[in-house]
């Protein structure tokens, strides 16, 4: 088994949800997590809310962040444990961020700890 990142990215991070509609959204990402854990699959993940973040550059320069230079914001990730990377794409492709347009959902390999891919 492999482990790989589900990391899910919104097109505008400066659009702001009532919060009803985060509501609706958290539950629904629950339920998709739910999902996964009862096939054994799902290893860890968070949210990563945008207060309180900042992005440090070269020569330490400090910016608030994470909206610097780039249109999409990480909103959170999650890891799961699969057999191959298209298994993860499975999962990817019922993550309930891909119901905003232009939001998606990479999917990365986690290196092993002693290095090898």
Sequence with gaps: MEEFALIMRHEDGHKVASPEQIQIWMKQTMDWIGGIAAQNKFVSG?????EDSRVVRHKNVVTNGPFGDIK?????FIIVKVNSVDEAVEFAKGCPVLQGDGNSVEVR???KSDGTH
């Design 46 to 50: 968070t949210g990563l809310p945008f």
């Design 72 to 76: 999409e914001t990480i909103g959170g």
């Design 109 to 111: 390999k986690i290196a």
